[in-house]
């Protein structure tokens, strides 16, 4: 039996549109072929792609994932590769030395991950780096449950602060932040690399303040009643040490 660390193993279950089952864990390895996919086809643009794989081993990055562990994931086999320019060549090897080569040992099967959510935290600060959920699940509540499950990460590893930042021209996910008490603070010019769009930087102060406790519960029951998900709560005693 393979180890995992979780944070809940509750699962949640939705009744609408499909019927899905799924638990809200931490990142491991096995999971970052999944991952890798998830990014890209989110985003396809951003490059180089973030590598997963380092973050696990970084101690100030937290990941968790949305998937159903009862479903066993076969990683389909990569097609060969040509032989490629050598500048090519070196760059393939530099961006993509994250993704498992053939001489890695890898398992061969993985629960079925819906989406993913990350942030790191320094100084108390914690900052969210992507929400990504597979295109074909999305507008499931998915993408908001990472996102409560985030603020709540953050504050189990004692944050004061939570922050981000998102596209411009991402007007949704701007009110969806909003919804849950962030506010804009400020524009990163240029910041997003693929297109030099800028960046509304949004942060929620005082995140452990009653009156943002509150809301946060409030909204999170709502969410509940909403998808018909069960009321959970991160505990720091899963969390790594």
Known sequence: MRAKLCYNTTKFRFYRNENLAFNIRLMCQEDLPQVND?????????????????????????YIVAC??????????????KDLPGLTA???RLFNHHRPSDNEPTSPASGYIFGFAGLWLMAGEAHLTNIAVR?????????ELLLISMIELALELGA????LEVRAS??????????????????????????????????????????VQTDLQQLKQAHARRWRVPIHRITRQNLPR
């Not at 396809?44 to 794989?53: A, D, M």
């Not at 295109?135 to 993408?143: F, V």
């Not at 004061?160 to 922050?163: D, G, R």
């Open 68 to 81: 159903d562990d009862d479903i066993e994931y076969e990683l389909p086999k990569a097609a060969p590769q």
């Open 135 to 143: 295109e074909s699940y999305r507008r499931h509540g998915i993408g």
């Open 170 to 211: 991402n007007t949704t996910a701007q009110s969806l932040y909003a919804k849950y008490g962030f506010v804009e603070v400020g524009l990163r010019r240029g910041y997003y690399t693929d297109n030099r769009e800028d960046g509304v930087l949004m942060t929620i102060e005082n995140v452990t303040s009653a009156p």
């Open 90 to 92: 070196r760059l393939r």
């Open 38 to 62: 998830i990014d890209h086809e989110a985003f396809p643009t951003l490059w180089p792609p973030p590598n997963y794989q380092r973050e696990l081993k970084n101690g100030l990055a937290h």
């Open 160 to 163: 004061h602060l939570v922050t």
